[in-house]
């Protein structure tokens, strides 16, 4: 199945509604999918029905997923809620299960924390802690950092990404955004600029809430675009940090830590001629196990899966290699 991406969507349909209508076209009768209440994040219109009429995407550089691709059976889905497995250069949907469905991210929520980071602070920023990163819920993933203590964002953005901190989230969101509410507010809005339209944030971090979802395929569009800062790129590529930061009085805090993505740690193992860059790992007893990765074939071409609601670790890492050897065939 072709891919197609969605930008400048209000422009572009203002100006197809003029182009058609000084054309003598506007008694036709369009069929257009893409509203912010759609059940599926992509954007199609047609002419007068299945007509050799039809208009331009509004988002020619990335997927569109509007039905399940799961023909090959060796693929095994049936412990996972929904995947996804996009080429990216040749723009075609390898595999998709359940992609537009509704889902909590755990932790893959912080793509989009990482991502509104990058577009809206600079990597030698200074943070500062407030009481906001005093979470208290049980399971939590947490680095310890406290109130009154800094870092900078490059530093906040390692722990974040790669070691899934909680508190860290919390820090990030309020110092770029000023205060945590109006940074969930930007994540949900370059959630609606990127077309991510079933996606909703209620945190920076994914610790489960109702109003708190999203979907493989909006994964899919936030880590496309996440992928695009070099910072992002080489944070996840790394298997190990170390670093130190300071509490209020300015003595010195050490941390080190493993990345949580197993494939790197070489706890798994991928197919033959599959490159695991790297990714985001997330898991909730709401959300199951979750993983979404940036890999390359034996050409270095890339390619972005994503699981949801995988039913065990074991299963995730095991899933994610029979998804992952599609590319290969």
């Not at 257009?32 to 992509?42: A, E, K, L, T």
Request: some cysteine; overall charge negative; charged content about 15%.
């Amino acid at each position: 199945m072709k891919c197609t991406s969605k930008k400048r969507m209000i422009l572009a349909w203002i100006l197809l509604a003029a182009v058609f209508s000084l054309a003598g076209c506007s008694g036709t009768s369009f069929d257009m999918p893409y509203s912010v209440d759609s059940q599926v994040s992509s954007f199609n219109v047609l002419a007068g029905g299945q007509s050799a009429q039809t208009a331009a995407s509004f988002a020619e550089d990335l997927c569109v997923v509007t039905e399940d691709i799961t023909d090959d059976a060796s693929v095994d889905m049936s412990q996972a809620q929904a995947a996804v497995l996009f080429d990216v250069n040749n723009k075609e949907v390898l595999y998709a299960k359940n992609a537009h469905e509704r889902l909590y991210p755990a932790s893959l929520t912080k793509v989009m924390t990482a991502l509104v980071a990058l577009q809206n602070g600079s990597l030698d920023q200074v943070l500062t802690a407030s009481s906001a990163v005093n979470i208290t819920e049980s399971g939590a993933q947490l680095c310890g950092v406290e109130s009154g203590d800094t870092m900078t964002l490059d530093q906040a953005l390692h722990i974040l990404l790669m070691y899934s901190a909680n508190d860290v989230a919390m820090m990030i969101a309020e110092n770029i955004g000023g205060s945590v509410e109006r940074f969930v507010e930007m994540m949900n809005e370059e959630a609606l600029r990127l077309g991510a339209t079933n996606t909703q944030f209620a945190n920076p971090h994914g610790l489960s809430d109702d109003s708190h979802y999203t979907t493989a395929y909006d994964l899919y569009l936030i880590f496309n675009e996440a992928v695009k800062y070099e910072s992002f790129n080489e944070i996840i590529h790394m298997t190990s940090y170390q670093t130190v930061y300071y509490d209020q009085e300015g003595e010195a805090k050490e941390i080190s830590f493993e990345t949580s993505n197993l494939f790197l740690r070489g706890t798994y193992q991928t197919p033959a001629n599959v490159t695991v860059i790297g990714g985001k790992t997330g898991t909730t007893n709401a959300a199951g196990h979750c993983l979404i990765l940036l890999s390359r074939d034996v050409n270095g071409a890339p390619y972005i899966s994503v699981i949801l609601r995988a039913q065990a670790r074991d299963v995730l890492y095991a899933q994610m290699a029979d998804l992952l050897d599609e590319i290969n065939k």
